[in-house]
């Protein structure tokens, strides 16, 4: 079978799930005529028609809420966000009307909210943002964000087969460079269930999204170079978090580093820690330790974005200091 | 007792089959004033939990544009549309035992006042105190009418004060370009809390705003519960034809603060009794009914009677409710998992305070 890029696979996953599901539509900012700008919706138009490839009026909270609606009336919409830099114009409607929808209503809100996030693309301030920690701390939104092709695919099935609402986070910088043969089938990969990338003894990095690879290239060069074995867990979805899989590669190898390109202060890597805390403390050789973006906006020129966002060489850095403490 | 399938524009005919759907208009804006009327009663005896909303003055605007819809359309009604949720099936027993907090309301003590809805059977959808919010999500409800070919039409309720909102304006154009069965419905009652339409907006007539987004635009005396119901029987008509939504303005006037604890006093001295005056909708309801279409004044007693003895029963029965059980405060924010883990320091306990009391200083009066 042919390899397939992360974003081709993300694509698949749509076109799977239109052809099985009728209820299934997406909509967003230029995502017919033009299949979106990153070209993941390219062809949908021509193969599902206009009343299932919606292109919108710029108005994130509009295309949002109206997604909502439909979602109570029984249909399944992923929305588009051109650049999910754009998710905080549709916050308040979803942390305030999509979440409460089943607790306060009972209303039914199945809906995806997908789109490009992340940096190391040069993107600047308004195109490279990893805003998940802000809906982390919302009860009623699942989030998502996958690191591997079969993942984009087997994670956006899940997520429109879900009966709630899923934000879902796609990393730009992974969309054309990863690339592998995807699995046959109507394959399927559940939500809150993380993935063990890379097994290990010594250590163990908990991360999700572009950073999974990055943790694997300094887990490569801590084995050759220091002869340390490295664990990784790709968490796959933050919300929920797999307890499970962060307690048991805790109480394997008693040292944990955990690895994020969001930016340090209030990102998930507090949440975990605690968690760690809270349920593996007595299983701890040394402090859990972050490696995150600093808490800067980020910057464009490729020399500042680079020392701002987290990169291999950091996280062999601080992988050596955990495992030498 | 629900909107009728079809309603005929010709109500005005008290000859016809029209008359019977004059009294029932009259028997909702009198069961809505009554039972805001008995819910004052409770929330002075402090059993209304939370704050009460009044829609004194706005019964027409609410019944009038319900009735226009049939069974299986949706209505997304605001805080002053109790009479429009009545219309629409809500009963006074739901809304009682919502405003009392009861476990067995229709939100199980999830949700204050009327904001709850039944998707299911009634059709109509609660509303979120974000304003301006409800309107990009009946875009979608009546979105999902023309994708499926479905001759539904939607109707959704906001005040002169959420036209403001940046969701107001995103949802109705959403809405104007896809051509959504959708009927906006602007209650123009010159205050949003305390702030007057003048300094919401510079527009003379909010109903203007509907150029702005390539869609019919009418304005209406709200406080007259026919033309209420022929503007909005039009707009609906228009909708479920394929003819995009509409913005209707009505004019009416909320006599009551934003809440029972407002005391409105940013309310020129001599308007309030103006307006009870001068313009009751219920009292120009009653003219017209004795007027021009010859109903009794004892029919209508009949009617006021029979309003207040279900407003009684309704009473007894939401009085009788038992209130939510603590842990179902875990259920139901996800389809799965279906309930949300007891905190650690909870294991075992059932309740985490001995009494529950509505704070004191919320007050409980109304001056």
């Known amino acids: 079978m042919a390899e397939v890029t992360y974003l081709e696979a993300i694509r698949q996953g749509l076109v799977e799930e239109m052809e099985r599901d009728p209820a299934v539509f997406c909509l967003g ?39 909502a609606g439909a979602a109570h009336m029984g249909l399944r919409p992923v929305c588009e966000m051109q650049f999910i830099d754009f998710l905080s114009c549709a916050y308040s409607i979803l942390t305030n009307y999509v979440a409460t929808a089943r607790y ?61 609402c899923v934000l879902f986070f796609e990393h730009k910088y992974l969309y054309r460079r990863i690339k592998e043969e995807l699995p046959s089938g109507d394959h399927f990969v559940p939500l809150g269930k993380a993935r063990l990338a890379r097994e290990g003894k010594d250590l163990s990095i908990i991360t999700y999204a572009a950073t999974v690879w990055k943790a694997l ?11 340390l074995s490295v664990e990784v867990l790709d968490l796959r979805s933050l919300l929920p978090l797999d307890d499970e899989a962060i307690v048991a590669t805790v109480k394997k190898t008693n040292r944990v580093l955990i690895v994020h390109e969001d930016t340090m202060t209030g ?37 500042l974005e680079d020392f701002v966002l987290p990169q291999t060489s950091d996280i062999v850095r601080a992988a050596r200091w955990v495992a030498g403490y | 007792m629900v909107a009728p399938s079809a309603p005929a524009p010709l109500l005005g005919d008290p000859a016809g089959p029209g008359r019977e759907q004059l009294l029932e208009l009259y028997y909702w804006m009198r069961l809505t004033r009554s039972l805001e009327e008995r819910l004052v009663n409770l929330y002075r005896q402090t059993k209304v939990v939370g704050g009460l909303f009044r829609s004194l003055g706005q019964e027409a605007c609410a019944v009038g544009s319900a009735y226009a819809l049939r069974r299986e359309d949706v209505l997304s009604p605001l805080i002053r549309n109790l009479g429009s949720m009545l219309v629409k099936g809500a009963t006074p027993v739901e809304v009682l035992r919502q405003y009392m907090a009861r476990g067995d309301s229709p939100t199980r003590g999830r949700e204050l006042n009327i904001h709850f809805g039944d998707v299911v059977d009634r059709n109509f959808i609660g509303q979120i105190s974000h304003l301006g919010d409800m309107v990009p999500v009946m875009a979608g409800v009546t979105l999902s009418f023309r994708i499926r070919r479905e001759p539904r039409v939607g109707l959704v309720y906001v005040g002169d004060g959420a036209t403001s909102t940046g969701a107001f304006h ?46 019919p635009g009418a304005r209406a005396d709200g406080n007259d519960v026919l033309e209420t119901y022929r503007v909005t029987w039009e707009a609906v008509e228009r909708a479920r034809a394929g003819g995009g939504p509409t913005l209707i303005e009505l004019m009416t006037y909320r006599r009551k603060g934003h809440a029972e604890h407002d005391n409105q006093s ?32 004892e029919e209508l007693e009949a009617i006021d009677a029979r309003a207040r003895e279900e407003i009684d029963h309704a009473t007894d029965l939401a009085e009788a409710s038992p209130p939510p059980q603590p842990l179902d405060g875990l259920v139901g924010v996800y389809a799965d998992p279906p309930a949300m883990p007891v905190l650690w320091y909870r294991a075992g306990i059932r309740s985490a305070v001995p009494a529950h009391e509505r704070p004191a200083s919320w007050g409980t009066h109304d001056g």
């Open chain 2, 170 to 215: 995103e949802g109705i154009n959403f809405a104007a370009v896809q051509r959504c069965p959708l009927v906006v419905i602007v209650e123009n009652n010159r205050y949003a809390y305390s702030t007057p339409t003048e300094k919401q907006c510079a527009a003379e007539r909010l109903a203007d705003k509907a150029a702005g987004y390539g869609i």
């Open chain 2, 266 to 297: 940013y309310v020129p001295a001599g308007e309030i009794e103006r307006w009870a005056r001068e313009n009751d909708p219920v009292d120009r309801y009653i003219g017209v009914l004795t007027g021009q279409a010859g109903v009794a004044a």
């Open chain 1, 104 to 164: 306060r209503a009972f209303l039914p809100c199945p809906m995806v909210v997908r789109g490009p996030s992340g940096g190391y693309v040069r993107g600047g301030p308004f195109h490279s943002q990893n805003p998940e920690a802000a809906f982390l701390h919302t009860p009623g939104l699942k989030i998502v964000c996958p690191a591997t092709a079969a993942d984009a695919r087997g994670l956006l099935k899940a997520a429109i087969r879900d009966d709630d």
């Open chain 1, 217 to 227: 290239e300094a887990a490569a060069e801590l084995e050759r170079e220091d002869g």
């Open chain 1, 29 to 67: 900012e230029d995502i017919g005529a033009y299949g979106g700008a990153f070209k993941v919706t390219e062809g949908l138009l021509q193969r599902f028609g206009p009343d299932r490839v919606i292109d919108t009026p710029v108005s994130e909270t509009g295309f949002v809420g109206a997604a």
């Open chain 1, 267 to 303: 990102g998930i890597a507090g949440e975990i820690t605690a968690r760690i805390n809270e349920l593996a403390f007595e299983w701890l050789d040394a402090p859990v330790r972050r490696v995150a973006a600093h808490d800067v906006p980020l910057p464009y020129a490729p020399q």
